[in-house]
């Protein structure tokens, strides 16, 4: 059978066509990929708005989600305890309200623990939103009664690794 010039051009058009199809197609996972890099952004802006029903939403439709946030949560998690605690020892130690050079300094000092006074801060400004530290208007920093049992939680179950024990 002698095919046409055209009938010939006409399908290698069409192969050439397939072949970018192949090439440059997104493939399922890539789609799922974005797809969930969408809806990690749309849960963090849903995060740091602290709207509940939103965030339960979220995570009960997309379970990932809650293994996702689980490591990163007890990593924060444990800063802001660790922050929480140092407070507490200086809150006890100063008598009254912390100042945040004081806090750093227990921090470096009690718990061998080195942030930046802005990380702290922030840690704090959280903190303040769950109802476990207060801002004191003439500056320094308190515990709240939830605080303070996390605080005491907190040192009950490190005592032995920070030396506070004499």
């Not at 995570?59 to 007890?74: F, R, S, T």
């Not at 444990?78 to 200086?90: H, P, R, Y």
């Not at 939830?146 to 005592?159: A, M, P, R, S």
Request: with cysteine; proline share 2%; charged share 30%.
């Amino acid at each position: 059978m002698v095919q046409s010039a055209t009938s010939r051009e006409l399908k290698n058009k069409n192969s050439e066509n397939q072949i970018s199809y192949i090439l440059f197609r997104k493939r399922p996972e890539q789609t799922l990929m974005f797809k969930k890099k969408k809806i990690r952004e749309e849960f963090d802006e849903i995060f740091k708005s602290g709207d509940e029903e939103k965030i339960k939403t979220m995570l009960a439709e997309n379970p990932w989600l809650l293994e996702e946030w689980q490591g990163k949560m007890d990593t924060t998690i444990e800063g802001q305890k660790e922050i929480i605690a140092a407070l507490g020892v200086m809150e006890d130690e100063l008598v009254g309200p912390v100042p945040i050079d004081e806090l750093s300094y227990s921090l470096r000092v009690d718990f061998n623990i080195q942030k930046e006074e802005a990380e702290i801060l922030n840690i704090l400004a959280e903190s303040e939103t769950l109802g476990l530290v207060k801002k004191v208007q003439g500056g320094g920093w308190t515990l709240t009664v939830e605080g303070g049992k996390v605080c005491d939680n907190y040192l009950n179950t490190h005592i032995g690794n920070l030396g506070l024990n004499s």
